[in-house]
Structures are given as C-alpha cells and as structure tokens.
C-alpha cells in the first residue's frame, strides 16, 4: 500500500509545476511586451529631441532677425 501522503504531495507537486511553468510563460510575454515598449518610447524620446532642437533653432533665427517671440 503507497503511503496517502506521498499520493497528496506528488499531486500537489505536480499542481505547483504546471503553475510555475504558466507563470514563466507569462513573464517571458511580459517581457517581450516589455522590450517592444522600450523600444517604442526610444523612437518616441529621440522624436521629442528633434523636436526640441527644431524649437529652439526656430527661435534662435526668430531672435536673430528680430522677429517678436510666438507664444
């Protein structure tokens, strides 16, 4: 006769590895997601730079030629 216990614990044991291997393929996801996102806000901060550079060489030649600041 097995012992009931070794029973219940393999049982669990086996509950808890099907969780940890879900849990590891939703971390993976996550962290794909992740990287996409990463990736999506360097193109969004180097925009925002270009931007800003663009502003302010705008209003370096609008102070230049003397031009009134725009608000």
């Known amino acids: 006769m ?3 216990h070794a029973e219940r ?8 590895v099907k969780n940890v291997e879900k849990c590891t ?11 996409e996102i ?4 360097r193109d969004v901060r180097t925009a ?4 800003t550079k663009y502003r302010k060489n705008v209003q ?12």
């Open 2 to 4: 097995e012992n009931p």
């Open 25 to 35: 393929e939703m971390f993976e996801e996550l962290n794909h997601s992740l990287e």
């Open 48 to 51: 925002a730079s270009l931007v």
């Open 38 to 41: 990463t990736r999506a806000d």
């Open 9 to 16: 614990q393999a049982v669990l044991l086996a509950r808890i």
């Open 60 to 71: 370096y030649n609008l102070d230049a030629t003397g031009v009134r600041k725009a608000t």
